[in-house]
Each structure stands twice: as structure tokens, then as C-alpha cells.
């Protein structure tokens, strides 16, 4: 029994050792947008596109100052908003299923997705974030500068650990 829990602390070690490596590079995948359309034959015809660090730097960078309610101090947050990495898939109907690494999930209406709402943020204070710092993608909302968002719709649409939108159109 012992050595079986050795292996598999080993195996967890090197797993997260493998993901922090993976989303050090500027060029490895760390969002995947998937295009499914409702159908209810059952054939499968999805798109997907893959994104790196990189892609999402070559849209426009939108940052705000904001308190969280898992941060200790206001944070400065850089990265695309949401808006933005639709408009730029040419998405502009449908449901957004936001998925993390460990599988967390959070369903927005394409509708309710404006500019200076959600922000796919990259960067915490001028820094790449970490898995252990809810990166390397978070989802967040300037609650200080508009209180509509103070609300649990908002705090449960603020996914750390991005790393896949399904689209459903």
C-alpha cells in the first residue's frame, strides 16, 4: 500500500511539474475556444482553435485596478476582453460553456458578454500568473468600478484556470 501511494504522489509531482512547464512557453496551447453547433442527428461537427499566450497578446490588451474576494489587496489586471475574443471568432450567438483545468464550468449567454465585463486576464500585477496563482488565465469583473457585478452570477463566472470555452450555437 505504501509504495502505491508513492507512486501516485510521485505521479501528481510530476504532472503539475508538466503543466507549470507547459504554460511557461509563450508557445504552448493554454485556451482552446470549440465551436459545437446543436444538432440532434449526432454526427459530430465541431471546430476547435487553440490559442497560446502569444495569440492572446496580439489582441487588444484591456487592464483595470479591482478587489477580489480571493485576493488580499487591490490587483491590477491585464489581459483581452471576452467581447473581444469573440468578436475576433466571429462569435456572436449561443451559450459559453467556460471550463477550467480541474473541470470547474460556468455557462454564459453570448448576449450578456459586453466590453469592460469580463476579462480574460493573462497578467496579475504585471505578472504571468501560475496554476497556483489561478492562472494562467482568470476570468474577472472590476467589482470596485461597477457594483452590478457584486453579485454570485458574477463571483461564479469568475473562472481561474481557463483552459477551454465551448461554444454552443
Known sequence: MKSVSVIFLFCAVVSVM???????????????????PQNTTGLKDDSQVDMTLSDLQTLPVA??????????????FSGVWLATLLQHHGITSGTLELAAINDYRVTIPVQDIRTGGALVSYERNGEAMSLRQKGPLWVVYDWDSNPNFRNETYYSRSIWQLDRIIVTR
Open 18 to 36: 508538466v503543466a507549470r512547464q507547459a504554460y511557461a512557453d509563450d508557445s504552448s496551447v493554454i485556451l482552446s475556444i470549440i465551436m459545437t
Open 63 to 76: 487592464s483595470f485596478e479591482t478587489t477580489t474576494l480571493w485576493t488580499p489587496d487591490k490587483q491590477v
